[in-house]
């Protein structure tokens, strides 16, 4: 954590440390503070009549069935999007990591997936899964699969878990693959003299030496699920139908945009702070303990 | 030397947001939520103003749906950069209504301009919606519609249908969306977008029963709904059954299902008479629209329906000079050339009556009648408490909440009575919560 | 087990292929969208091939903006989406590594309380405090800026803990040499620490120009004029219409090239990219 040699002094510190500093208090301490007076407070959409009214948001909150409701979707949506990119993302790395010719151009082809935003993402899978103009979608009618995300909530769950997990493979497909490549090729070989098949190779040896970086992808993945996917659902679903793609993050935008409910939604946001704090000391203590060896 | 680069990028990107252009004239912010041919309106309507005088220039913008373009309106107000005019859906009236001090009604605008301002000019069945009940006129309508059956009478021909008498009960269209489905429509017989709107609050209108009590809540923000009662829940019967062989298909809670109609992929539906500029440009076939359909068993139906669209919100804070703009601006978007020109080319509702005389003068009807058609479904009965219009505050969220529950029914997770109570239950949660807020 | 080796390699080919396509379709698909027009796209009657619509298309989207929505010309958005991602990734290297630096090289009072100041933000993104935020930067007169767009976002801690990782492993012997040549601190960072750190830099500004260019809610929020939105954020604008058609071709042109520039950076600095990628999140 502390370098042997360093510098002594106040001032000069604390003046590299301003710029940063004052973007965080402004922008980050500032407005979560706001948040939480403002989940104290009944307000009216325009903002020209508020009213104190300490835990009610929060006692509305625990009551709302759509809270709960927001917190089961996000936990189906994590749940399965880990999953499959996760493995999908591994068969691909195991594969890439053989010595095969244009191994490096299938790598390339892989991960640039990444780049693209969630919001375009969003768009990509609707275009092809909207029931009247989605070319997959009409695939899927011909043969007579009844697909409708309008208003099958289950449906609607699929295409953003399969929009999500689309963009999150290339990601999990690199840290697999770095993953792999660190591994000593003796401990293989060794493995291969043994006489272990490839299959009873892998598991026995390859998948717990990978399971750092498993375990380290599992949390990431989470933290991509809870946030980052806001763009793919805004544009493939908008929370709907009837709630069923709605996650915790969606519902602090939803509740509280058009000012309806600006107090409920700073609620959710208090909720989700003490959430993300929590996941911030416990990937803390990870992030240590792999510096550490 | 990157970090060098690096600071003067940085410091490069703020100087150049710093300049901005410097203003002759006195400029008018109109946010707006219109796409395609009306889009096109929008600009013209400003271009043709900014052209006829040199003191104020409108500039117009797209800010996405209308409740996105809502919450835009909203948000930028607590921020204090609101724009002047705010285009807002009719739905989101009661909510722009409750905000005093954020918005400036345009009776008093126009008369502290001192623009010439008759609000007997203009169509009461469509200033009825954006007036206090004094009459006192608070919007500029600007856009008005109303709920209409078009229909395609090419598939109709195929199914072997009258095109010329679309039906004009709800079973008949059940009837006929059978036929048509068996005629190859197999994936959807009739639909509507905007879901709410059509089975909840033009359906009560047109059936002249209530949604909620005090006139639908025009007589205050106390009203109670209570539109779970025995013919809306018989109506979602019927579409929960006819949506399990597809006869009935759900379109979505907006109208970003109406390009089913348009690419003859369902023979009916019913959506806004707005709809017109996008049929006339996009369908390939023969088409018609006619009045919505109702039940016959109830007493008095069809009564009268009800309009929506949008109207023109003046934002309050702003400079008298900007006010003067705004009310010239409004001045020149009522005459009555353009009022006429507006309504032939958009399929929008004329807004002055001077304007829909001229238009029925002129014979223009004969040929389209179905330009007529939502003026004829407005005007079809003296309005009653039920059917007056209605005001709710947070309906936006409210018809959310509906749609939630409509879609619960149509996919089987509720039955159709248990899935409107829930939907009363909790628009009467918001509005009760919104009374609390709008009342202080 | 030559054998073996072949099949298995064959194997390899074939899941990677099958990867490829899966990756790569729903992008030619849209591709193949934004070469139509629009009536063959809405009538569910798109083919597999690119129509004759390209240069039409691209032309009209690039140069002049769609006829039914947002009406300005994609190339200006995609300036704002550049000027906003060079800003994002810029500004955040600049705050970052001299934070990194005084944490790292220095020995004062409230360090630690600086470093868990800091540290908190690491992962509470924008989304879950947006209006508050929002708040904020009206009321400091932000909106429509380009400071407004970025600035905020700049605030996390990322880029702070990657230098501080990696000022950790530069060695104690490098400081007290250059002690010795009678460098100062501000010498030394000038002169070691910032040319030992160019690959380290350059990687987090390519992961973090791809995340300034992401950003949907954000710019969403702040930016009420047209002319100072994102492309991004254009395409959602482009694809909600109200009594009229989505131009669905001229939406899919636009998320062809709000796609280009990021995937251009990660596929031409690939090396930059998965160091940048690794190392951010370690």
Redesign the interface.
């Known amino acids: 954590m502390m370098k042997n040699a360093y510098f002594s002094g106040l001032t000069v510190p604390l003046l590299l440390l301003l710029p940063q500093l004052a973007i965080t208090v402004v922008f980050f301490y500032w407005p979560a503070s706001q948040a939480v007076w403002q989940s104290f407070l009944?307000?009216?959409?325009?903002?020209?009549?508020t009213?104190f009214v300490w835990f009610e948001n929060y006692a509305e909150l625990f009551k709302d069935p759509g809270y709960f409701k927001a917190l089961i979707n996000t936990a189906i949506f994590s749940t399965f999007v880990c999953i499959l990119s996760l493995s999908i993302a591994l068969l691909f790395a195991v594969m890439a990591d053989r010595q095969i010719r244009g191994a490096e151009i299938y790598k390339t082809l892989l991960i640039w997936p990444y780049a693209v935003a969630p919001a375009v993402a969003g768009v990509l899978w609707i275009f092809m899964f909207d029931p009247?103009?989605g070319m997959l979608a009409r695939g899927l009618?011909s043969l007579g699969v009844n697909w409708?995300p309008?208003?099958?909530?289950n449906d609607a769950m699929l295409l953003v878990i399969l929009a999500a997990t689309w963009k999150q493979i290339s990601y999990n497909f690199l840290f697999f693959l770095a993953g792999l490549q660190s591994i000593p090729k003796s401990v293989i070989e060794a493995a291969v003299i043994d006489g272990a098949r490839p299959w009873r190779r892998f598991w026995t040896i390859v998948f717990p030496l990978l399971s750092p970086t498993t375990f380290f992808l599992l949390v990431v993945n989470i933290v991509y699920v809870f946030f980052d996917t806001f763009g793919i659902i805004d544009t493939v679903t908008g929370g709907?139908?009837?709630?069923a793609t709605e996650t915790l993050v969606y519902k602090v935008y939803s509740d509280g945009?058009?000012?309806?409910?600006l107090g409920g939604s700073a609620a959710q946001s208090v909720v989700l702070l003490v959430m993300v704090i929590a996941m911030t000391a416990f990937q803390f203590r990870f992030i240590e303990r792999r510096v550490s060896y | 030397m990157?970090?060098k680069s690096?600071?003067l990028?940085?410091i490069a990107?703020?100087a150049?947001?710093?300049a901005s252009p410097a203003l002759a004239q006195t400029e008018i912010q109109w946010?707006h939520?219109?796409?395609?041919?009306?889009?096109?309106v929008v600009?013209k309507l400003a271009e043709e103003f900014n052209a006829s005088q040199k003191d104020y220039k409108v500039v117009p913008?797209?800010?996405?749906?209308?409740?996105?373009t809502?919450?835009?309106g909203?948000?930028?107000?607590?921020?204090?950069?609101a724009?002047h005019i705010l285009q807002v859906f009719e739905v989101g009236t009661g909510?722009m209504m409750?905000?005093?001090?954020?918005v400036k009604p345009v009776h008093e605008l126009m008369k502290e301009a001192g623009e010439p301002f008759d609000p007997k000019a203009y169509l009461p069945a469509i200033t009825g919606y954006y007036s206090t009940s004094k009459g006192d006129m608070l919007s500029m309508p600007f856009n008005s519609?109303s709920m209409v059956m078009w229909y395609n009478k090419d598939a109709f021909k195929k199914a072997g249908l009258n095109a010329d008498a679309p039906p004009k009960t709800w079973p008949e269209v059940f009837e006929a969306a059978k036929k048509l489905k068996a005629a190859g429509f197999d994936?959807c017989g009739f639909t509507n977008a905007w879901a709410t709107w059509a089975n909840i609050e033009q359906f009560g209108a047109w059936h002249n029963i209530p949604i909620a009590t005090k006139a639908n809540g025009l007589e205050g923000f106390d009203a109670v709904l209570n539109f779970n009662s025995p013919l809306f829940v018989k109506h979602l019967t019927n579409l929960v059954e006819l949506?399990k062989d597809k006869t009935y298909d759900?379109?979505?809670?907006?109208?970003?299902?109406?390009?089913?109609f348009?690419?003859?992929?369902c023979p009916i539906m019913l959506t806004?008479s707005?709809?017109f500029?996008?049929v006339r440009?996009?369908a390939?076939f023969d088409w018609g629209n006619a009045p919505m359909p109702y039940y016959p068993e109830a007493a008095g139906a069809p009564q009268n329906s009800i309009i929506g669209g949008a109207s023109l919100w003046v934002m309050g804070g702003k400079k008298a000079e900007e006010y003067k703009g705004v009310a010239k601006f409004f001045t020149f978007i009522s005459h009555i050339d353009r009022q006429v020109k507006l309504h032939t080319e958009s399929g929008y509702l004329p807004i002055t009556k001077a304007a829909y005389e001229k238009v029925k003068a002129s014979g223009f009807y004969k040929d389209k009648p179905y330009l007529e058609t939502p003026i004829l479904e407005l005007t079809n009965k003296e309005p009653t408490e039920n059917s007056r219009g209605l005001r709710f505050g947070?309906l936006?969220?409210i018809r959310d909440i509906w749609?939630?529950?409509i879609?619960?029914a149509?996919?089987g997770?509720k039955t159709p009575k248990a899935a409107l109570d829930a939907a009363v239950e909790r628009g009467n949660q918001?509005l009760r919560?919104?009374e609390?807020?709008?009342s202080? | 087990m030559v054998e073996d080796r072949r099949l298995g390699d064959a194997i390899a080919y074939v899941i990677l292929t099958i990867g490829v396509l899966i990756v790569a379709f729903p992008v030619w698909l849209t591709f193949v969208a934004s070469t139509w027009d629009?009536?063959t796209i809405?009538?569910?009657q798109l083919p597999l091939y690119p129509g004759p619509k390209f240069f039409e298309n691209y032309y009209r989207i690039l140069f002049i903006g769609t006829?039914?929505?947002?009406?300005e010309p994609v190339l200006n958005m995609m300036l704002n989406s550049f000027?906003m991602a060079?800003?994002i990734a810029?500004?955040k290297?600049?705050i970052s590594?001299l934070s990194a630096y005084a944490i790292v090289y220095y020995r004062f009072p409230f360090r630690m309380a600086a470093f868990w100041i800091i540290f908190v933000t690491l992962m509470l993104p924008v989304e879950v405090r947006i209006f508050p935020t929002?708040?904020v930067v009206?009321?400091l007169g932000m909106?429509d800026?380009?400071?407004g767009l970025?600035v905020p976002l700049i605030a996390s801690a990322t880029g702070t803990l990657l230098f501080r990782q990696f000022f950790m492993t530069i060695p104690d012997e490098l400081l007290e040499a250059s002690r010795i040549d009678g460098a100062g601190p501000f010498r030394f960072f000038k002169d070691t620490v910032?040319p030992l750190s160019?690959t380290t830099?350059?990687a987090l500004f390519v992961i973090q120009f791809i995340y300034g260019w992401n950003q949907y809610l954000w710019p969403l929020?702040v930016t009420?004029?047209?002319s100072m939105q994102t492309i991004v954020i254009a395409i959602?604008?482009m694809i909600?219409?109200?009594?009229?058609?989505?131009e669905w071709q001229l939406a899919m042109a636009t998320a062809m090239l709000a796609m280009l520039p990021p995937v251009l950076v990660v596929v031409l600095m690939q090396r930059l990219f998965v160091k940048g990628l690794v190392e951010t999140e370690k």
């Open positions: 009944l307000q009216d959409a325009f903002g020209t009549s009213e009247s103009l009618a409708n309008r208003l099958n909530g709907g139908p009837s709630g945009k058009g000012g309806s409910n | 990157f970090m690096a600071i990028g940085s990107a703020i150049l947001s710093a946010w939520a219109l796409t395609g041919a009306n889009n096109d600009v913008a797209y800010k996405g749906s209308y409740p996105d809502l919450n835009a909203i948000a930028a107000f607590r921020a204090g950069t724009p909510t409750s905000a005093k001090g954020a519609s994936k949506q759900y379109s979505g809670r907006t109208n970003n299902g109406e390009g089913r348009t690419s003859g992929e806004s707005g709809f500029g996008n440009a996009n390939k947070s936006v969220q749609s939630e529950e879609e619960a149509l996919n997770q918001m919560q919104f609390r807020t709008a202080r | 629009a009536a809405i009538n569910g006829s039914g929505t947002t009406r000027v060079m800003a810029l500004g290297i600049f590594v929002f708040k009206s009321d909106l800026t380009y400071q970025a910032i160019i830099i350059a929020l009420t004029k047209d959602k604008k909600v219409t109200s009594d009229a058609l989505t």
